[in-house]
């Protein structure tokens, strides 16, 4: 499934001899195209070739990896992997869930929106987005239709995208700022093994390679590496901070015995790589490192600006990845088969993540084959939750190096008390219970999504204003029982029902 994955190409219709692979080839089109029909070709190109081929082999995976839980003692893989957070994580993901839910409904309006003054017809201002103009192949991470949603253009770009290519940046360059970002906080700096066996370019000499960005740790105690396909622009700036966050964690729990050597969790290690991109994101750090000219005291344009950017990376991948784990979920406990998955797939992207595909999709299709952290085998819902701690670790850290003023302007580059705060619990790798490590980082014990609305709700304040000036309907149709977008929308027919009476009286 890996091998269909990465070197699977998709040829255009009316050019059978030009064919691109995921990376980089589609995911240049995916990120920057606002072609309507190319993103289609685009989107729909990858999950016919990727996903239709990879649908008996994802069959076969799943009565294995089934046969492998219950033998070690689990009801099935999806058990399995939420066994590591608790008998009642299902609970509680839904509780996070309808926490972050209100904010995600007035992003998706506003979004919707402005998509819709780019792609027209194509996307209905009270429904779903379309899957295909969202950035990436995915549609997962949003952060690449920034410059379509920008709220005030004439500000200071907040992508640093050209300011390092006029700055001549190269791929070293990129990650020997990430290394000296943790190396500012007191951390341990990487080795030379690393520059030596790290792939931080893609290949020239022809080679077949995955170009999603890993990082590696190979149990030496010395020997720990970065594979990524490293492009000069802003999204692989924060991406290699992310990953550097993990070989970081991996060189603080190095001399744990073996078995401890990990995340207190599944969601630990990401959350920890996206604790750095949030701080090195921030205005402040980017002017620190010569990326950023323009901000100013008080400049509430520019802060809106850059919290809606981060919200398309953070907030709007939220209901994805719930949205995929529940699929996966249900999938390993039997209630549906492979080879009749397909409207269900839907049904959770409509319901959940208010996203529908751009072209019609039946039980012959397979999209579920076409992500890669499916085929490798990867507990989707740890992205989730990493996401929701993110914030707490980020919080914490922040008060560790006596942030003052809102916490998304927040940069504890250079902080050591920040980096000691955050080392204490790295140290620990898995050697204590998760909640035993949350407390050392954060004084809490349980997740939370205080601090990622906290984080937010100057941006939250200001797409209420501006949805309500624009008369936006909040939400979206639901095709099944789901009560996802139901707050808002009784609120709108509620507000309707009393403006007719009040007519009538």
Known sequence: MSKIYSSSEICRPNKPSECLRKAPGLEVIMSTSTDWDELVWAWKGFRDVVGVANKPLYERYVEIINEGARANGYKDQGHYWRAQYGEDIEDKVQELYEAILPLYQQLHAYVRRRLHEVYGDNIDVTGYLPANVLGDIWGRFWGNIYPLVVPYPDRPSIDITEAMVEQGYNVTRIFQMSDEFFTSL????????????????KPDDGRDVVCHASAWDFYTGDDFRIAMCTLIRMEDFLVAHHEMGHIQ???QYKDLPIAFRGGANGAFHEAIGEVMSLSVATPKHLREVGLFEGL??????????????????????????LGLSTWRWDLMRGDYDVNNSMARWWQIKRDVVGVDAPVPRTDDDFDPGAMFHFIIDYPFIGYYIRTIIQFQFYKSLCEAANHTGPLHTCDFYRSREAGEKLASMLRLGKSKPWPDAMEVITGQREMSADAILEYFQPLMEWLERTNAENGEVIGWPQSSGSS?????NLFYTLMICAFIWLLRG
Request: aromatic share 12%; no cysteine; proline share 6%.
């Open 186 to 201: 007191g951390l341990i700096p990487v080795n030379d093994a690393f520059w030596e066996n790290s792939m931080l370019s």
């Open 249 to 251: 964690y991996y060189l």
């Open 296 to 321: 100013e005291e008080g400049d509430d344009e520019t802060d809106i600006n850059f919290l809606l950017r981060m919200s398309l990376d953070t907030i709007g991948t939220l209901p994805f990845s």
């Open 484 to 488: 996802a977008a139901a707050p808002a």
